[in-house]
């Protein structure tokens, strides 16, 4: 794809959908009901925030048109046209990927973990622009924006510098856009996160974009045991074609004892999960070894439980945690990824289904459906 011409792109799929927070963002009189078909209307797009300290900057970068109201449930990749006048890592030209906001001040984002950021709530689900302002309006009345940091299914998103990542001009753009939250979250928990040695074992349960960039970036690091577990025949066998060693159709085989065959009795050294469901968490707890990790990802309901034996495991000395966006530094690591890409080892196109933009509602079915992972809208 190098040399041609770059094309702007919204990848249809909700990232993070389920950590919504229990407290709405604020009500904008043009938002329509989630479950209405997709349909273009046109909005105006303000300009990035200029002069205006200690407000950060926006940088501006092309997308898909849309809808106000589901204006923020993608990730994208474009090309920048306009930043702001504090902006100082951006220009215009850069080829960018857009990526969860984060404020950048607060202990956790200066200690290097913004995806742990104590303003990611306002940063997130906040649809305003630092100064109160949104990044979109319609027949003079504020649009909502900012969603996720990003609100990119429009003619132009206009987001915080934070949540622009900027990536080689020889990696293909149309392809970059789902780097920006899901495959960043599964590949981050393992690389970031779990850090296996080579020859370790993993298993990651839910083979969908999440726990197949598990799976891609667990044989990217040699895991030598690499285990899909899901409930759906075809996307194991899509678990397989991506990098696992050996798969469990969960509804259709004995979990434990599939794994007791597959390592010998010696349990994993590491599990995924990203079915946010608590029963698998606890299987996910069961099949470790000792010293073992479990990372879970899979955004859960507020309120959701799991229960874990701490008896006998107390011995095993093993670790739970849960995690947030890979605990990514997005602009360090998700030009990482498309390095990874460029070698062979995060193939990730494999996932990527591309809609035109006519065809967007039905890259949204696609989705629902599971019959595509990551619908992509390119123009
Ligand atoms: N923590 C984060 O920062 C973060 C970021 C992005 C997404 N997420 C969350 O990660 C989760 C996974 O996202 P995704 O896009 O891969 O979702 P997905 O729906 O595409 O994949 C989930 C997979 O789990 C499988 N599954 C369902 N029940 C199962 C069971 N009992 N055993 C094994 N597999 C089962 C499904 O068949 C599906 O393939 C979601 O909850 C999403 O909201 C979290
Ligand atoms: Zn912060």
Redesign the pocket.
């Known amino acids: 794809m190098a040399g041609s011409t770059p094309r702007r792109t919204a990848q249809t799929t909700w990232?993070?959908?389920?950590?919504l927070p229990r407290t709405a963002p604020p009500a904008y009189r043009h938002a329509r009901p989630s479950s209405a078909p997709l349909a273009v209307d046109p909005v105006q797009a303000s300009s990035p925030i200029q002069k205006a300290p200690p407000q950060r900057g926006g940088a501006t970068a092309p997308p898909a048109p849309r809808d106000p109201a589901r204006a923020g449930t993608s990730t994208r990749s474009g090309v920048v046209e306009e930043v702001g006048s504090d902006v100082r890592g951006v220009q215009v030209g850069d080829h960018v990927v857009l990526g969860p906001s984060y404020c950048g001040k607060c202990t956790f984002c200066r200690s290097g973990e913004p995806m742990y950021c104590e303003n990611g709530f306002a940063e997130l689900f906040g649809c305003r622009r630092p100064d109160g302002t949104t990044a979109f309006s319609k027949d003079g009345e504020m649009v909502g924006s900012h969603f996720f940091g990003q609100s990119s299914f429009a003619t132009y998103a206009n987001v915080s510098e934070n949540s622009v990542i900027v990536v080689d001009k020889d990696a293909p753009l149309e392809l970059l856009g789902p780097l920006g939250?899901?495959l960043n979250?599964g590949a981050g928990a393992v690389l970031n996160e779990m850090r296996p040695e080579p020859g370790t074992s993993i298993v990651v349960?839910?083979?969908?974009?999440?726990?197949f960039a598990a799976l891609m970036a667990a044989a990217a690091v040699s895991c030598s045991t690499i285990i899909g577990?899901?409930?759906?025949d075809s996307?194991l066998e899509l678990a397989r074609e991506l990098g696992a060693t050996h798969t469990i159709n969960?509804s259709t085989q004995d979990l434990h004892a599939e794994l007791e065959k597959i390592t010998g009795g010696r349990s994993v050294n590491y599990a995924l999960d990203?079915?946010?469901?608590s029963s698998?968490v606890r299987d996910a707890a069961d099949a470790l070894g000792t010293r073992g990790v479990l990372v879970a990802?899979?955004?859960a309901a507020p309120g959701e439980e799991v229960s874990f034996e701490v008896g006998s495991s107390l011995t095993k000395g093993w670790t739970f945690k849960t995690?947030?966006?890979g605990s990514a530094v997005p602009q360090v690591f998700i030009p990482r990824l498309i390095d990874l890409w460029k070698q062979g080892k995060f193939p990730f196109e494999k996932l990527v289904k591309t809609y035109s933009l006519e065809d967007i509602n039905t890259g949204f079915e696609d989705s629902a459906s599971g019959a595509v992972?990551k619908p992509v809208v390119a123009y």
């Open positions: 990232c993070g959908s389920r950590v939250c899901g979250t349960f839910g083979s969908g974009a999440v726990g577990v899901d409930i759906h996307r969960s990203t079915t946010a469901i698998v990802v899979g955004a995690v947030i966006e992972i």
